[in-house]
Protein backbone atom coordinates (compact mmCIF):
# COMPACT_ATOMS: atom_id res chain seq x y z
CA UNK A 1 0.00 0.00 0.00
CA UNK A 2 0.92 3.57 -0.78
CA UNK A 3 2.59 5.66 2.12
CA UNK A 4 -0.21 8.66 2.30
CA UNK A 5 0.41 11.88 1.09
CA UNK A 6 -0.22 15.14 2.90
CA UNK A 7 0.45 18.55 1.11
CA UNK A 8 -0.01 21.67 2.92
CA UNK A 9 -1.01 24.99 1.05
CA UNK A 10 -0.53 28.60 2.02
CA UNK A 11 -3.49 31.09 0.81
CA UNK A 12 -4.85 34.58 1.66
CA UNK A 13 -7.51 34.56 4.05
CA UNK A 14 -11.08 35.78 2.30
CA UNK A 15 -13.97 33.55 1.27
CA UNK A 16 -12.89 34.14 -2.57
CA UNK A 17 -9.66 32.83 -1.76
CA UNK A 18 -9.89 30.25 0.68
CA UNK A 19 -12.87 28.75 0.32
CA UNK A 20 -12.23 27.41 -3.17
CA UNK A 21 -8.71 25.56 -1.73
CA UNK A 22 -10.75 23.60 0.08
CA UNK A 23 -13.63 22.76 -2.10
CA UNK A 24 -11.26 21.75 -4.92
CA UNK A 25 -8.45 20.12 -2.46
CA UNK A 26 -11.76 17.98 -0.95
CA UNK A 27 -12.46 16.83 -4.43
CA UNK A 28 -9.18 16.20 -5.95
CA UNK A 29 -8.29 14.22 -2.49
CA UNK A 30 -11.83 12.15 -3.60
CA UNK A 31 -10.49 10.98 -6.68
CA UNK A 32 -6.69 10.19 -5.67
CA UNK A 33 -7.24 8.05 -2.53
CA UNK A 34 -4.60 8.58 0.30
CA UNK A 35 -4.13 12.03 -0.79
CA UNK A 36 -4.80 15.12 1.82
CA UNK A 37 -4.48 19.16 0.82
CA UNK A 38 -4.77 21.50 3.89
CA UNK A 39 -4.76 24.79 3.57
CA UNK A 40 -3.83 28.02 5.85
CA UNK A 41 -4.63 31.69 5.35
CA UNK A 42 -2.85 34.61 5.79
CA UNK A 43 -3.90 38.25 5.49
CA UNK A 44 -4.36 40.08 2.57
CA UNK A 45 -1.73 42.71 3.53
CA UNK A 46 0.51 39.95 3.97
CA UNK A 47 -0.79 38.30 0.63
CA UNK A 48 0.65 41.16 -0.79
CA UNK A 49 3.88 41.90 0.87
CA UNK A 50 5.16 39.56 2.57
CA UNK A 51 8.31 37.58 0.76
CA UNK A 52 7.26 34.16 -0.68
CA UNK A 53 11.13 32.82 0.83
CA UNK A 54 9.36 32.63 3.89
CA UNK A 55 6.37 30.46 2.65
CA UNK A 56 8.66 28.06 0.69
CA UNK A 57 10.16 26.14 2.90
CA UNK A 58 7.30 25.05 4.76
CA UNK A 59 4.43 24.63 2.10
CA UNK A 60 3.48 22.37 -0.59
CA UNK A 61 1.64 24.78 -2.73
CA UNK A 62 1.20 28.57 -2.24
CA UNK A 63 -1.18 30.92 -4.24
CA UNK A 64 0.89 34.07 -4.89
CA UNK A 65 0.56 37.12 -6.49
CA UNK A 66 2.49 37.96 -9.60
CA UNK A 67 4.45 40.99 -8.17
CA UNK A 68 6.54 38.10 -6.50
CA UNK A 69 8.04 36.28 -9.80
CA UNK A 70 11.11 38.52 -9.99
CA UNK A 71 12.02 37.54 -6.42
CA UNK A 72 10.86 33.70 -6.96
CA UNK A 73 12.95 33.63 -10.07
CA UNK A 74 16.00 34.81 -8.62
CA UNK A 75 15.93 32.59 -5.42
CA UNK A 76 14.74 29.47 -6.92
CA UNK A 77 12.16 29.28 -4.51
CA UNK A 78 9.04 27.63 -6.87
CA UNK A 79 9.33 24.71 -9.65
CA UNK A 80 9.05 25.67 -13.06
CA UNK A 81 5.93 24.69 -14.68
CA UNK A 82 7.32 24.66 -18.38
CA UNK A 83 9.67 21.84 -19.61
CA UNK A 84 7.73 18.85 -17.02
CA UNK A 85 5.80 17.74 -20.26
CA UNK A 86 2.93 19.75 -19.62
CA UNK A 87 3.79 22.21 -22.07
CA UNK A 88 0.70 21.43 -24.34
CA UNK A 89 -1.28 22.26 -21.07
CA UNK A 90 0.51 25.47 -20.29
CA UNK A 91 -0.20 26.21 -24.18
CA UNK A 92 -3.93 26.10 -23.81
CA UNK A 93 -3.88 27.88 -20.76
CA UNK A 94 -2.25 30.44 -22.11
CA UNK A 95 -4.90 30.76 -25.20
CA UNK A 96 -7.52 30.54 -22.29
CA UNK A 97 -6.33 33.74 -20.10
CA UNK A 98 -8.21 36.80 -19.16
CA UNK A 99 -5.94 39.48 -20.21
CA UNK A 100 -1.94 38.85 -19.24
CA UNK A 101 -3.05 36.97 -15.82
CA UNK A 102 -1.04 33.92 -17.52
CA UNK A 103 1.64 36.16 -18.68
CA UNK A 104 2.07 37.55 -15.67
CA UNK A 105 3.51 34.23 -13.96
CA UNK A 106 6.00 34.15 -16.62
CA UNK A 107 9.39 35.79 -15.81
CA UNK A 108 12.91 35.53 -17.22
CA UNK A 109 11.67 32.36 -20.09
CA UNK A 110 10.08 30.10 -17.13
CA UNK A 111 6.04 29.78 -16.20
CA UNK A 112 6.27 30.08 -12.46
CA UNK A 113 2.41 29.51 -11.77
CA UNK A 114 -0.51 28.78 -13.40
CA UNK A 115 -3.60 32.01 -13.44
CA UNK A 116 -6.50 30.81 -11.16
CA UNK A 117 -8.07 33.82 -10.03
CA UNK A 118 -8.22 37.43 -12.30
CA UNK A 119 -9.04 40.85 -11.33
CA UNK A 120 -8.27 44.29 -11.56
CA UNK A 121 -9.59 47.88 -10.15
CA UNK A 122 -13.37 48.05 -11.46
CA UNK A 123 -16.30 49.60 -10.33
CA UNK A 124 -19.03 48.56 -8.30
CA UNK A 125 -22.30 50.50 -7.65
CA UNK A 126 -25.32 49.92 -5.67
CA UNK A 127 -28.62 49.70 -8.13
CA UNK A 128 -31.01 50.35 -5.74
CA UNK A 129 -29.20 54.13 -5.59
CA UNK A 130 -28.21 54.86 -8.79
CA UNK A 131 -28.70 53.61 -12.58
CA UNK A 132 -25.45 53.15 -14.19
CA UNK A 133 -21.90 53.42 -13.23
CA UNK A 134 -20.20 56.58 -14.45
CA UNK A 135 -18.07 55.95 -17.36
CA UNK A 136 -15.49 59.07 -17.32
CA UNK A 137 -13.57 60.57 -14.68
CA UNK A 138 -15.97 63.83 -15.06
CA UNK A 139 -19.08 62.05 -14.22
CA UNK A 140 -17.69 60.40 -11.26
CA UNK A 141 -16.58 63.76 -9.80
CA UNK A 142 -19.71 65.01 -10.24
CA UNK A 143 -21.26 61.45 -8.54
CA UNK A 144 -18.83 62.43 -5.58
CA UNK A 145 -19.97 66.09 -4.88
CA UNK A 146 -23.40 64.90 -3.89
CA UNK A 147 -21.67 62.33 -1.72
CA UNK A 148 -22.76 59.62 -2.88
CA UNK A 149 -18.95 58.02 -3.96
CA UNK A 150 -16.12 56.21 -2.02
CA UNK A 151 -13.05 54.41 -3.14
CA UNK A 152 -10.27 52.09 -1.38
CA UNK A 153 -7.63 54.25 -0.09
CA UNK A 154 -5.22 52.66 1.86
CA UNK A 155 -1.41 52.66 1.08
CA UNK A 156 -1.41 49.99 -1.40
CA UNK A 157 -5.10 51.04 -3.47
CA UNK A 158 -3.97 54.28 -2.98
CA UNK A 159 -1.10 53.32 -5.05
CA UNK A 160 -2.80 51.22 -7.65
CA UNK A 161 -5.01 54.14 -8.15
CA UNK A 162 -1.97 56.15 -9.04
CA UNK A 163 -1.06 53.63 -11.32
CA UNK A 164 -4.24 53.26 -13.15
CA UNK A 165 -4.91 56.94 -13.93
CA UNK A 166 -1.30 57.44 -15.22
CA UNK A 167 -1.56 54.61 -17.81
CA UNK A 168 -5.09 55.51 -18.35
CA UNK A 169 -3.73 58.71 -20.06
CA UNK A 170 -1.19 56.56 -21.46
CA UNK A 171 1.79 57.94 -19.09
CA UNK A 172 4.76 55.87 -18.17
CA UNK A 173 5.48 54.26 -14.95
CA UNK A 174 8.21 52.46 -13.30
CA UNK A 175 10.19 52.54 -16.48
CA UNK A 176 14.31 53.44 -17.18
CA UNK A 177 15.38 56.13 -14.88
CA UNK A 178 12.14 57.77 -13.44
CA UNK A 179 9.00 56.62 -11.70
CA UNK A 180 7.15 59.40 -13.70
CA UNK A 181 7.57 62.14 -15.59
CA UNK A 182 7.31 64.94 -12.87
CA UNK A 183 4.33 67.29 -14.94
CA UNK A 184 2.72 63.73 -15.28
CA UNK A 185 2.79 62.77 -11.56
CA UNK A 186 1.84 65.93 -10.65
CA UNK A 187 -1.23 65.77 -12.78
CA UNK A 188 -2.36 62.57 -11.25
CA UNK A 189 -1.49 63.12 -7.77
CA UNK A 190 -3.74 66.00 -8.10
CA UNK A 191 -6.63 63.92 -9.09
CA UNK A 192 -6.54 61.54 -7.03
CA UNK A 193 -6.27 64.55 -3.97
CA UNK A 194 -9.38 66.23 -5.42
CA UNK A 195 -11.83 62.73 -5.50
CA UNK A 196 -10.29 62.31 -1.86
CA UNK A 197 -11.07 65.83 -0.63
CA UNK A 198 -14.78 64.71 -2.23
CA UNK A 199 -15.39 61.37 0.06
CA UNK A 200 -15.65 60.02 3.48
CA UNK A 201 -12.67 60.02 5.51
CA UNK A 202 -13.31 56.77 6.80
CA UNK A 203 -11.73 56.14 2.53
CA UNK A 204 -8.44 56.36 3.57
CA UNK A 205 -8.44 53.62 5.71
CA UNK A 206 -10.40 51.06 3.58
CA UNK A 207 -9.36 48.54 1.13
CA UNK A 208 -11.94 46.80 -1.39
CA UNK A 209 -13.12 44.69 1.31
CA UNK A 210 -13.78 47.57 3.48
CA UNK A 211 -15.59 49.26 0.66
CA UNK A 212 -17.56 46.35 -0.62
CA UNK A 213 -18.45 45.62 3.29
CA UNK A 214 -19.93 49.20 3.59
CA UNK A 215 -21.21 49.42 0.56
CA UNK A 216 -23.32 45.72 0.82
CA UNK A 217 -23.80 45.82 4.51
CA UNK A 218 -24.69 49.26 5.63
CA UNK A 219 -28.37 51.03 4.23
CA UNK A 220 -26.83 54.50 3.79
CA UNK A 221 -23.41 53.84 2.40
CA UNK A 222 -22.43 55.70 -0.56
CA UNK A 223 -23.52 54.24 -4.08
CA UNK A 224 -20.71 54.11 -6.17
CA UNK A 225 -16.83 52.89 -5.72
CA UNK A 226 -14.79 53.75 -8.83
CA UNK A 227 -11.69 51.88 -8.60
CA UNK A 228 -11.32 48.41 -6.08
CA UNK A 229 -10.18 45.05 -7.21
CA UNK A 230 -13.43 43.34 -8.36
CA UNK A 231 -14.73 40.42 -5.96
CA UNK A 232 -17.99 38.13 -7.51
CA UNK A 233 -18.67 37.39 -3.40
CA UNK A 234 -20.36 41.01 -2.94
CA UNK A 235 -23.14 40.07 -5.91
CA UNK A 236 -24.13 36.59 -5.37
CA UNK A 237 -27.17 36.19 -3.85
CA UNK A 238 -27.17 36.12 0.21
CA UNK A 239 -23.72 37.04 0.14
CA UNK A 240 -24.46 40.41 1.64
CA UNK A 241 -27.87 42.53 2.68
CA UNK A 242 -27.01 44.96 -0.23
CA UNK A 243 -26.15 43.08 -3.29
CA UNK A 244 -23.41 45.34 -5.60
CA UNK A 245 -23.29 45.32 -9.80
CA UNK A 246 -19.85 46.20 -11.04
CA UNK A 247 -19.08 47.70 -13.99
CA UNK A 248 -15.79 48.45 -16.00
CA UNK A 249 -13.48 51.16 -14.20
CA UNK A 250 -13.71 54.89 -15.39
CA UNK A 251 -11.71 56.49 -17.69
CA UNK A 252 -10.11 60.37 -18.69
CA UNK A 253 -12.55 61.22 -21.41
CA UNK A 254 -13.13 58.68 -23.90
CA UNK A 255 -10.47 56.86 -22.72
CA UNK A 256 -12.76 53.97 -21.76
CA UNK A 257 -11.09 51.39 -18.86
CA UNK A 258 -7.89 50.95 -19.82
CA UNK A 259 -4.62 50.78 -17.77
CA UNK A 260 -6.13 49.55 -14.69
CA UNK A 261 -3.55 47.38 -12.59
CA UNK A 262 -3.50 44.12 -12.85
CA UNK A 263 -4.08 41.92 -10.29
CA UNK A 264 -5.74 38.11 -9.28
CA UNK A 265 -4.03 35.02 -7.65
CA UNK A 266 -1.42 32.05 -9.13
CA UNK A 267 -1.00 28.55 -8.09
CA UNK A 268 2.77 27.67 -7.81
CA UNK A 269 4.57 24.82 -6.16
CA UNK A 270 7.30 24.88 -3.63
CA UNK A 271 10.72 23.81 -5.02
CA UNK A 272 10.94 21.84 -1.72
CA UNK A 273 7.87 20.08 -2.00
CA UNK A 274 8.57 15.82 -1.54
CA UNK A 275 5.85 15.14 -3.92
CA UNK A 276 6.12 17.48 -6.67
CA UNK A 277 3.97 15.31 -9.42
CA UNK A 278 0.95 15.25 -7.20
CA UNK A 279 1.38 19.36 -5.85
CA UNK A 280 1.53 19.82 -10.32
CA UNK A 281 -1.21 17.49 -10.81
CA UNK A 282 -3.49 19.58 -8.59
CA UNK A 283 -2.14 23.00 -9.67
CA UNK A 284 -2.99 22.05 -13.34
CA UNK A 285 -6.38 20.77 -12.82
CA UNK A 286 -7.65 23.73 -10.62
CA UNK A 287 -6.26 25.97 -13.20
CA UNK A 288 -8.00 24.37 -16.02
CA UNK A 289 -11.16 25.31 -17.73
CA UNK A 290 -13.63 22.39 -16.25
CA UNK A 291 -12.14 23.17 -12.45
CA UNK A 292 -12.33 26.94 -12.95
CA UNK A 293 -16.05 27.12 -14.72
CA UNK A 294 -17.39 24.24 -12.18
CA UNK A 295 -16.31 23.45 -8.80
CA UNK A 296 -14.15 26.75 -8.51
CA UNK A 297 -16.57 29.16 -9.43
CA UNK A 298 -19.69 27.50 -7.39
CA UNK A 299 -17.10 27.32 -4.31
CA UNK A 300 -16.77 31.34 -4.39
CA UNK A 301 -13.87 31.43 -6.56
CA UNK A 302 -13.08 34.18 -9.25
CA UNK A 303 -11.37 32.41 -12.24
CA UNK A 304 -8.79 33.38 -14.00
CA UNK A 305 -9.80 31.18 -17.51
CA UNK A 306 -11.40 33.08 -19.51
CA UNK A 307 -13.80 30.04 -20.46
CA UNK A 308 -15.32 30.47 -17.09
CA UNK A 309 -15.90 34.61 -17.88
CA UNK A 310 -17.86 33.45 -20.93
CA UNK A 311 -19.57 30.75 -19.56
CA UNK A 312 -23.33 31.25 -19.36
CA UNK A 313 -24.15 29.71 -15.87
CA UNK A 314 -21.12 31.64 -14.16
CA UNK A 315 -22.41 34.70 -14.99
CA UNK A 316 -26.22 34.17 -14.27
CA UNK A 317 -24.60 33.56 -10.91
CA UNK A 318 -23.23 37.02 -10.31
CA UNK A 319 -25.08 39.06 -12.27
CA UNK A 320 -23.00 38.97 -15.08
CA UNK A 321 -19.79 40.69 -12.88
CA UNK A 322 -17.54 38.62 -15.55
CA UNK A 323 -19.25 40.15 -18.71
CA UNK A 324 -19.45 43.46 -17.09
CA UNK A 325 -16.20 44.26 -16.40
CA UNK A 326 -13.88 42.14 -18.73
CA UNK A 327 -13.09 45.25 -21.05
CA UNK A 328 -11.20 46.39 -17.86
CA UNK A 329 -9.31 42.95 -16.41
CA UNK A 330 -8.34 42.89 -20.89
CA UNK A 331 -6.99 46.07 -21.04
CA UNK A 332 -5.17 46.14 -17.59
CA UNK A 333 -1.74 47.09 -17.28
CA UNK A 334 1.06 44.33 -15.59
CA UNK A 335 3.29 45.90 -13.18
CA UNK A 336 6.80 45.70 -12.87
CA UNK A 337 8.34 42.15 -11.66
CA UNK A 338 11.69 42.46 -11.40
CA UNK A 339 13.68 41.81 -7.56
CA UNK A 340 13.30 45.33 -6.73
CA UNK A 341 9.77 46.17 -7.40
CA UNK A 342 8.12 44.57 -4.26
CA UNK A 343 10.39 47.43 -2.42
CA UNK A 344 9.26 50.17 -4.22
CA UNK A 345 5.45 48.72 -4.18
CA UNK A 346 5.60 49.22 0.19
CA UNK A 347 7.33 52.47 0.03
CA UNK A 348 5.79 54.21 -2.65
CA UNK A 349 1.77 53.52 -0.67
CA UNK A 350 2.83 54.80 2.13
CA UNK A 351 4.54 58.20 0.37
CA UNK A 352 1.09 58.40 -1.44
CA UNK A 353 -0.75 58.25 1.26
CA UNK A 354 0.82 60.62 3.45
CA UNK A 355 0.42 63.25 0.22
CA UNK A 356 -4.04 61.99 0.27
CA UNK A 357 -3.93 62.91 4.63
CA UNK A 358 -2.47 66.39 3.73
CA UNK A 359 0.67 65.46 5.39
CA UNK A 360 2.79 65.71 2.36
CA UNK A 361 3.08 68.48 -0.68
CA UNK A 362 2.37 66.88 -3.78
CA UNK A 363 5.82 68.31 -4.97
CA UNK A 364 7.67 66.83 -2.28
CA UNK A 365 5.27 63.41 -3.26
CA UNK A 366 6.66 63.43 -6.73
CA UNK A 367 10.24 64.02 -5.00
CA UNK A 368 9.93 60.81 -2.87
CA UNK A 369 8.57 58.56 -5.18
CA UNK A 370 11.36 59.36 -7.72
CA UNK A 371 13.88 58.62 -4.68
CA UNK A 372 11.56 55.29 -3.69
CA UNK A 373 12.48 54.07 -7.54
CA UNK A 374 15.67 54.87 -7.40
CA UNK A 375 16.47 52.97 -4.33
CA UNK A 376 14.09 50.03 -5.56
CA UNK A 377 16.77 49.60 -8.58
CA UNK A 378 19.76 49.74 -7.10
Known sequence: MAEPVALRGMTWNHSRGYDPMVATSAAYAAAHPGVTISWEKRSLQAFADQP????????????????????????????????????????????????????????????????????????????DRIAAAPKRWDEVLALARSGRVCCALVPINALMTVFGLARNKGYTVAEGERFMRADEATEILEHLRELTALVDPRCLGLDPIGIYEWMGRSAEAPAYSPFGYGYTNYIRPGYCAHPLVFADAPGFGDNGPRGTVLGGTGIAVSARTRHPDIALDYAFWIAGADCQKGLFFTSGGQPGNAVAWEDAACNAACRDFLANTRATLESAWLRPRDDGYMGLQDRAGDIVHACLRGEASVGATVAALQHAYEESRS
Open 52 to 127: IETLADGYDLLVIDHPHVGEVARNHLLLPLDGIGRDDELALLARQSVGLSHVSYAFEGRQWALAIDAATPVAAFRP
